[in-house]
């Protein structure tokens, strides 16, 4: 009965903004560290970004630093991730991860 499920990906031009969601279910989200990876084709699967069950502290690669912004909303069991300034090597399959499962994934693709 646990359920992660992301939406909000799409294709965008270099430049763009994307705002991921992961609606969370079957478990008790506030009790839980939560994160994003990525994973393109031909490469492994990368973690982007974590957040805190609190949402008090955040981590980022190096790659999106400056660029994508993880948060939560605790009230709604919600994740998100903010993506601005999106580059073509952003292109991948994003998804949300806490101990014990994984979401569906979303697309982006970045071209031009």
């Known amino acids: 009965q646990v359920q992660l499920v992301e939406s909000g990906g799409g294709l965008v031009q270099p430049g763009d903004s994307l705002r991921l969601s992961c609606k969370a279910s079957?478990?008790?989200?506030?009790?839980?560290?939560m994160f994003w990876y990525r994973q393109a084709p031909g490469k492994e699967r990368e973690l982007v970004a974590k957040i805190t069950n609190t949402g008090t502290d955040t981590e980022y690669a190096d790659s999106v630093k400056g660029r994508f912004t993880i948060s939560r909303d605790n009230s709604n069991n919600m994740l998100y991730l903010q993506m601005n300034n999106l580059k073509p090597e952003d292109t991948a399959m994003y998804y949300c991860y806490y101990f014990g499962a994984w979401g569906q994934g979303t697309q982006v693709t970045v071209s031009s």
């Open positions: 079957g478990f008790t989200f506030t009790m839980y560290h």
